[in-house]
T-cell receptor, first 107, second 116 residues
Framework: DIELTQSPSTLSASVGDRVTITCRAS??????LAWYQQKPGKPPKLLLY???ILETGVSSRFSGSGSGTEFTLTINSLQPDDFATYYC?????????FGQGTRLDIK | QVQLMQSGGQVKEPGASVKISCKSS????????VHWVRQAPGQALEWIGI????????GVARNFQGRVTMTGDTPTRTVYIELNSLTSEDTALYFC?????????WGQGTLITVSS
């Protein structure tokens, strides 16, 4: 099974900052990676798929990059609404596992 | 618009079974697989399995094999998941979600509480 490891687990930042979250896969997933944002008690929201394609309606402040085993999610000019938990998920093959999440807190 | 509407929360005793429904609308039901994902309190998302409404084939994560059954009913556009032999560790918010390779739409979640 493919394992995804996100880092950091927790990230503190201020409004206006730029932050980067990393997701590493235990084997190559080519570009079959999605990023989600989740707020407490709510379902996740799709941000990007195929590592770097922005979902319709998602702010261009979000961007993704990477291929193979290493991927990054970058958020530019943090806004108050961005403070949430972020997950990566691969969809190369079953089981479609998630990373353990990165909680983005206000500093 | 695409919507996935899940059944309401339930409280179950240890050892019992639970069945959750997920009714789809706004897209062709048989064109998309449906995922089941859960999230225990304060924990990460955990992938449970995937259901193909055309033919009924399933894929289940190793941790749930032998304990999960996923089914569907095309006329009502509804997918179901049943989890058996519940323990307190199954207390979680359970989500269904539409598969497009990645997941693009999610249900609102169903809270299952296992307690004696």
């Amino acid at each position: 099974d493919i394992e995804l490891t996100q880092s950091p687990s927790t990230l503190s930042a201020s409004v206006g900052d730029r932050v980067t979250i990393t997701c590493r896969a235990s084997e190559s997933i080519i570009s079959w990676l999605a990023w989600y944002q989740q707020k407490p008690g709510k379902p996740p929201k799709l941000l990007l798929y195929k590592a770097s394609i922005l979902e319709t309606g998602v702010s261009s402040r979000f961007s993704g990059s990477g291929s193979g085993t290493e991927f990054t999610l970058t958020i530019n000019s943090l806004q108050p609404d961005d403070f949430a938990t972020y997950y990566c998920q691969h969809y190369k093959s079953e089981p479609y596992s998630f990373g353990q999440g990165t909680r983005l807190d206000i500093k | 618009q695409v919507q996935l509407m899940q059944s309401g929360g339930q409280v179950k005793e240890p050892g019992a079974s639970v069945k959750i429904s997920c009714k789809s609308s706004g897209y062709t039901f048989t064109n998309s697989y449906v995922h089941w994902v859960r999230q225990a309190p304060g924990q990460a998302l955990e992938w449970i399995g995937i259901f193909n409404p055309t033919g009924g084939s399933t894929g289940v994560a190793r941790n749930f094999q032998g304990r999960v059954t996923m089914t569907g009913d095309t006329p009502t556009r509804t997918v179901y998941i049943e989890l058996n032999s519940l323990t307190s560790e199954d207390t979680a918010l359970y989500f269904c979600a539409r598969h497009q390779g990645y997941i693009d739409y999610w249900g609102q979640g169903t809270l299952i509480t296992v307690s004696s």
